[in-house]
């Protein structure tokens, strides 16, 4: 009953339609898929505000009237120091209640384009309690595939362990995006970066990884990051980088967007963009056959986007790999005498049914720059001082524009348009639209006003901005991942600046007004109130997120330094590569997938050749 009044409250359900009746049930799933702390979090939250209205009226949320709602909400928001809890509260509830209006609306379904290629899998349960190979992968994502792919084809025996399932392109039309969006997610996309402000930090977990679940959007890592790489950290394999970029965009298939699937959202960006004179294009993408069904960050349904899964996988296995989901990995194996050091001897894998054994002379750590840190810490492989920390992970806000006509813009290409007018300064700013609900950007308002919000949000176009930022966080932890993240005070500055430049950009495509993702000021009509209002504002009272966690096992010549050597080798053992995000020696500058792909490809290739 706490859930169904916080619900009724904050989406103002008065009973005049049917779908907010569906959403404390959808909201309980989305519930069941986050870690409990966040769980109960908000759990207690919602208690906490019943509470408030059982002191002020002396009924529950669920037993007022719509109008008493909206009083006890009034009172909470003149409290300044609730205003950010509310809005927390609000994201799970904007996704059950932005996945039960577009069900309402009945979407028209996505045309599957082509069947996914064969993957030979194996689910754990199914997995002998021992067994060997030549070389073990832990990890299915962008560069545990493409290190999987190279050793397989090189005629190595090759297990890749992923510690999620499969899932067909065939099973995302069948089922709501939110209910994908709960599965296909670590921790239901709850993951968050401790801090100030905290960071909600979304990264995949099942065959293909976070490629299953990114925007599609293939950016080459900028020759002036490869300079750096190279001259300032040492990292060699990033001198012949071109040729492994140039691979890794034959196998996706990457190519500019074409404008017929754009979408509104993207274009109103182009427009704006071309009146500023600014430098705008639509984005390369690895999605030949889009459809623009715009639900790639849930899984893409008509099986356009190329994710590895269906790119690189496929060919791992037809040169002999085997996948085996479900697979969580407690420790690498190290034999502590041999001649010459420690060296690797294989993996221990969790599951049910006792543990299982994969005995291999080679271990490709891919579990992501999250995950890497402590599974090298369970595996008493963590001693080096700079393990977990130099973590990057692109800091991120939104704004929306309203416009007189539709723009319904969750019909077009999820993100469609890159604007790198301020990318020298660090700034890349995206056309990116979501499924309802689903996108970084909160809606503002609480009861009658988010409600209007809701139904007013095919009006709207958002655009993101990501930061490239300096190196502050660190993983912690062993069994369970805690990451901290401090925002510096640098990358603070660019997000305001970005916020100006998206909204300069909205207004000049004729935004009759912003919605800034400031909770004091979430709205403004012209660019002199919006630089009035970031006058006023730190970036600290911004809506933040992240996405593209990197470097927490970088690679580098100054072993000092550098968990790993130049070329992806883990200090300290024999027969551990690093081939996943977590050894790009910084933070790429764009959207990493190309970065990582070619990264793991140059360490794999480097190791063959060794």
């Known amino acids: 009953m706490t859930l169904a009044g916080l619900v009724s409250a904050l989406i103002a359900d008065d009973g005049t339609a049917d779908w907010p009746r569906r959403v404390p049930a959808r909201l309980e799933t989305v519930l069941a898929a986050m870690p409990f702390a966040a769980r109960s979090g908000l759990r207690s939250a919602a208690r906490g505000l019943d509470a408030y209205a059982l002191a002020r009226t002396g009924r529950r949320l ?173 990292f060699t394999l990033a001198d012949g980088f071109d040729m492994y970029l140039d691979e890794t965009e034959r196998t996706l298939h990457v190519a500019t967007q074409p404008l017929d699937v754009l979408g509104n959202n993207g274009r109103i960006a182009l427009t704006g963009a071309r009146k500023l004179g600014w430098q705008a294009a639509p984005l390369r993408r690895n999605a030949p056959g889009c459809q623009g069904s715009c639900q790639c960050v849930v899984g893409c349904p008509t099986g356009a986007k190329q994710s590895v899964q269906l790119s690189v996988l496929p060919d791992a296995c037809a040169a002999g790999a085997r996948i085996v989901t479900g697979a969580r990995v407690e420790r690498i194996l190290v034999d502590a005498d041999r001649p010459g050091g420690p060296r690797a001897a294989g993996v221990r894998v969790h599951r049910d049914n006792g543990g299982a054994e994969i005995l291999a002379p080679l271990v490709v750590v891919a579990a992501g ?25 692109h800091p991120a806000t939104s704004v929306a524009g309203r416009f007189t006509e539709p723009v319904t813009a969750w019909q077009g290409v999820l993100q469609s348009v890159g604007v790198e007018e301020h990318h020298d300064s660090g700034i890349l700013i995206e056309a990116t639209a979501t499924p309802p609900g689903m996108g970084s950007f909160v809606l503002p308002g609480l009861g009658a006003e988010l409600r209007r919000e809701l139904e007013n949000a095919d009006r709207l176009a958002t655009l993101g901005a990501m930061i490239a930022d300096r190196p502050s966080g660190h993983v912690l932890g062993r069994d369970r991942t805690l990451i901290r993240y401090a925002l510096d005070s640098r990358d603070a500055g660019r997000l305001m600046k970005a916020v100006r430049a998206m909204g300069r950009l909205l207004f000049a495509a004729g935004a009759e007004e912003v919605l800034t993702g400031i909770p004091r000021t979430p709205r403004v009509r012209s660019l002199a109130q919006l630089d009035a209002v970031l006058a006023a504002t730190t970036a600290r009272q911004l809506h933040l997120s992240a996405y593209h966690p990197t470097g927490t096992v970088a690679a580098g010549a100054d072993p000092q330094r550098f968990p790993a ?31 990582i792909m070619a990264a793991a490809l140059a360490t794999a290739t480097a190791h063959l050749g060794a």
């Open 62 to 234: 669920g037993r007022l009237t719509p109008p008493e709602r909206e009083s006890v909400l009034r009172g909470l928001a003149a409290r300044p120091a609730l205003v950010p809890l509310l809005d927390v509260l609000k994201v799970p509830v904007l996704l059950a209640a932005g996945t039960e209006r577009m069900l309402q609306d009945g979407p028209v379904p996505p045309t599957l384009t082509r069947a996914d290629p064969p993957l030979n899998l194996t689910p754990v349960s199914a997995w002998p309690a021992r067994s060997t190979a030549d070389a073990v992968v832990i990890g299915s994502g962008a560069g545990g595939a493409m290190a999987a792919r190279t050793l397989a084809r090189a005629g190595l025996d090759v297990v890749v362990l992923e510690e999620g399932q499969h899932h067909p392109t065939e099973s995302f039309a069948r089922r709501a995006p939110l209910d994908r969006f709960t599965e296909l997610y670590r921790d239901g996309g709850a993951t968050v970066a401790v801090g100030t402000p905290p960071l909600l930090l979304p990264t995949g977990r099942a065959v293909g990884g976070t490629t299953l679940v990114n925007s599609g959007t293939c950016y080459r890592t900028p020759p002036h990051v490869l300079a750096r790489w190279s001259k300032d950290f040492g």
């Open 369 to 393: 720059a999250l995950q890497s840190p402590p599974l090298l810490r369970r595996s008493g492989l963590g001693r080096h001082p700079h393990l977990g920390r130099n973590l990057s992970v």
């Open 565 to 595: 050597d130049p070329a992806g080798r883990l200090r300290g053992v024999h027969g551990v590569l690093v081939a996943d995000a977590s050894v790009l020696p910084s933070c790429p500058q764009v959207n990493p997938q190309l970065s």
